[in-house]
């Protein structure tokens, strides 16, 4: 495992903060499996609820192999805490819409694009985990795209995309450029450029959301 002594503190920051997201995720999940109205759609979210569960104890277990006898100082972010905030609104009122795009579409998006930089990262440095991170990678994987297709199955019923809900993904990109920047130094490690993810994330959505109601029209 070629990963310096003096690394290792770093990684465990890393992993802090992105466990911190699955924590978001898990709790997100759960609470749209309460106000969706229909069972298929109730019984994704909370298995994913549990997955997430499942990716947050992965990274608690890689924390605790990283870490020496004084524990790595957490990492927090007020982008997060922000992130969770605008979600936790949309939840409390049932937006449907809001909670696949802030949820799945976008913050899945931007994990997704993460974890798969983090396990090239791991794979040229012969980490190991091979399996585990195969398993995250596909279910973050097809929690991004499941949320895609449910958000455009809404949206084509109403025929255009609500303005509100373009406003909304400008709101939630921001905040997922913020959680880059504040997380940047902790991609170090990776030879990663954090300010890269943004651009990244965006090519990653779909033309619709990032072009307009006229985008979504012409397509559909």
């Given amino acids: 495992m070629l990963i310096a002594a003096d690394e290792k503190g770093q990684i465990a920051r890393l992993f802090g903060f992105l466990m911190k997201g699955e924590q978001l995720a898990v709790d997100c999940a759960a609470a749209q499996a309460r106000i969706f109205p229909d069972k298929p759609r109730r019984r994704f979210f909370a298995n994913q609820s ?3 569960r499942f990716h ?30 605008l979600l936790g609104e949309a939840l409390s009122r049932g937006d449907c819409m809001e909670s696949l795009l802030g949820m799945q579409v976008i913050l ?7 974890l798969q930089r983090i396990s090239a990262g791991f794979t ?20 991004h795209g499941f949320g895609i297709r449910q958000l455009e199955r809404l949206v084509r019923r109403q025929g255009e995309v609500p303005p509100d809900l373009l406003n909304r993904a400008g709101d939630y990109l921001d905040l997922a450029t913020q959680l880059m920047q504040e997380a940047g130094p902790l991609f170090e490690f990776f030879h990663e450029d954090a300010d890269d993810y943004s651009a990244d994330l965006r090519g990653r959505l779909p033309l619709w959301l990032t072009g307009g109601s006229v985008a979504f029209r ?3």
């Fill in 50 to 52: 549990r997955q997430e």
């Fill in 56 to 85: 947050a104890q992965v990274f608690r277990i890689g924390i605790s192999m990283l870490e020496s006898k004084a524990p790595a100082k957490a990492v927090g972010s007020d982008a997060m805490d922000a992130y969770r905030k």
């Fill in 108 to 114: 899945e998006g931007l994990g997704d694009l993460t």
């Fill in 124 to 143: 040229s440095r012969g980490v190991g985990f091979e399996r585990v991170r195969r398993v995250v990678l596909g279910q973050e994987d097809a929690h």
């Fill in 218 to 220: 012409e397509r559909w």
